[in-house]
């Protein structure tokens, strides 16, 4: 066999080298990178290099002739005369050459489709090295082609020694030149442990070159770990599922025992729930009923109770004196309500002890509203501006028994919305601040708007919009659960007309009326009924 190897800076340059200097027999043995660019070991005289390394490859395995490779006992090592004339014997029997020669044909198309396989893989890696090595082995004839799809099976090892046969080998080959290439098939039979080996190597080399550093199981654990957290979430939504379906079917039970030890407490509970009322307080009034009562009798004691709850201002603004700041989000209705209590205030006292205050300059004709307002009643108005403070401007007007103080209605995520807050709390003066809420508002936005204004000491508040609401339950659900005292309500826009002051059973009476033909399914009211209920390790209690 005839080796030699090439450098060139790359693969392109290399395999030209080859074909140059070796011609086109030539068969690729090996190629890696080297400091000058890539080296590749070539070689001619094909046959007798694979005799070569058949033998090397037995010497090394060492495996007896009808032993596997799995065994789990193996000889000692012994010299590679003996192995031979054992193979050589072993070949005379005809049905063993035979069996030897199908499971060679198997093997070789295993091999083969494995190759195809890696080979399509370091296409698809698109790899422009190996695609330069591809195509200039398609320019090489097709039997050194046969030959280096052989040598890719081979370990490079084997080509690039160039050793002598043993004396025995040597003489085998002269006496029986058949008979060696019968004895190099039974041997490739004990190599088919170092054959699948080969195949692993060369899958394992198809991987990218980035997931053959250390880390590489990590790479392959990443799919693994993600799919078992996929699991893990699924599984736990699955729990979650069927807890709230365990869940549901307990309180669709407790409703259905409420409701049948309890018919009328039910049916009140249901009404409640239709007003807008929570199921908490809902429940809460429910329960106070006497089971011998009728059902008219607890109802009745359920609206007086249910009007004990709610807190209210005993005076109205026009006996009253002081400064009151009004505070809220926008478009409830601020300016309004302030434009209706000041023009009722003018009717019953006078201009000459009223004044108003706006600190919204931060809308375009903010305080349009007021100025005009302020010219029909002839009362005062003044603008609070970056250039003076709101205690300044309070005190310039120090002469009036009232002063009403209009903010700009401005969103919690708006810059300006912190000033607002800060002129207020700055202002060293006694002023009361009443919360302004719409009647229309969803629950979550009235208690959000609480809590935006709780920290300035919320005197009051005053409900409007009523005549738009479609339900009241939800306003006065908030009122009663922050204990916030409802000063006036509003139904209308008329000035001053649509403007009263708040009265528990009013109140009551209008949050019927506006829900006298609401209606509340069993299962919605079940639903409703399992939010009242305390909830203990994750199941409801029938407390």
């Known amino acids: 066999m005839k080796a030699k190897s090439f450098v060139a800076p790359d693969m392109r340059q290399a395999l030209k080298l080859v074909r140059d200097s070796m011609g086109a027999d030539a068969v690729i043995l090996s190629n890696r990178k080297v400091a000058g660019g890539v080296e590749v070991s070539v070689a001619l005289d094909y046959d007798q290099a694979m005799i070569d390394h058949r033998v090397n490859v037995a010497k090394a395995a060492n495996i007896p002739r009808y032993t596997n490779g799995s065994s789990q006992f193996a000889p000692p090592q012994g010299d590679t005369n003996r192995l031979l004339k054992e193979t050589l014997i072993a070949a005379k029997d005809k049905d063993r050459r035979e069996e030897v020669k199908a499971m060679l044909n198997r093997q070789r198309e295993q091999l083969d489709q494995a190759e195809w396989l890696d080979q399509g893989q370091q296409l698809d890696k698109s790899n422009p090295a190996e695609i330069d090595e591809q ?48 004895t190099y098939e039974m041997r490739a039979e004990r190599e088919s442990a170092v054959a699948g080996a080969t195949v692993t190597n060369k899958a394992t080399a198809a991987i990218p070159r980035a997931l053959t550093k250390d880390d590489t199981h990590l790479a392959f654990d990443e799919p693994k770990e993600a799919e078992s957290e996929h699991e893990m979430l699924q599984m736990r939504s699955e729990l979650q599922q069927l807890r709230g379906m365990i869940n549901s079917q307990l309180g669709n039970v407790a409703w259905g025992d409420f409701s049948y030890r309890h018919p009328v407490s039910a049916a009140i509970f249901k009404r409640l729930v239709s007003m807008g009322f929570t199921p908490a307080l809902s429940r809460s009034l429910s329960q106070q009923i006497d089971s011998q009562s009728s059902k008219k009798d607890a109802w009745n004691d359920v609206l007086l109770s249910l009007s004990s709850r709610i807190p209210v201002l005993g005076a109205s603004l026009p006996r009253a004196e002081g400064r009151i700041a009004f505070v ?10 302030i434009s209706k209590l000041a023009a009722e205030y003018v009717l019953e006292h006078g201009p000459e002890d009223l004044a108003l205050v706006t600190t919204d300059s931060y809308r375009i004709a903010g305080h349009e509203q007021l100025n005009v307002l302020s010219k029909i009643l002839k009362v005062p108005l003044r603008v609070v501006t970056g250039k003076q403070s709101l205690e300044s401007v309070l005190r310039g007007l120090s002469r009036k028994k009232m002063i009403l103080i209009d903010t700009a209605g401005l969103s919690q995520k708006d810059t300006s919305w912190a000033e607002q807050i800060s002129l207020i709390e700055s202002a060293n003066m006694d002023i009361q601040k009443w919360l302004v809420l719409s009647a229309t508002s969803q629950r979550s936005i009235l208690d959000k ?22 339900s ?29 002051q708040a009265k528990p059973k009013n109140l009551v009476n209008q ?6 033909n609401a209606t509340l399914d069993d299962e919605l009211a079940a639903d409703c009924f399992n939010e009242s209920m305390p909830i203990t390790n994750g199941a409801f209690s029938a407390a």
């Open 135 to 182: 195509s200039a082995e398609v320019s090489i004839s097709p039997q050194a082609q046969q030959k280096q799809r052989t040598d890719k099976l081979m370990p490079p090892a084997a080509y690039s020694q160039s050793q002598p046969m043993p004396e025995a080998v040597e003489s085998v080959e002269e006496a029986a030149p058949a008979a060696v290439v019968e």
């Open 328 to 337: 809220g989000p926008a478009g409830v209705g601020k300016t309004t309500t």
């Open 449 to 470: 708007a609480v809590a935006n204004y709780k920290g300035l000491g919320l005197n009051g508040c005053i409900l409007t919009k009523l005549d738009e609401s479609a």
């Open 472 to 500: 009241l339950g939800e306003a006065l659900g908030v009122v009663i659960e922050h204990q916030l005292s409802v000063a006036y309500t509003t139904n209308g826009q008329n000035i001053p007309d649509d403007i009263a």
């Open 511 to 516: 949050a019927i009326s506006l829900t006298k």
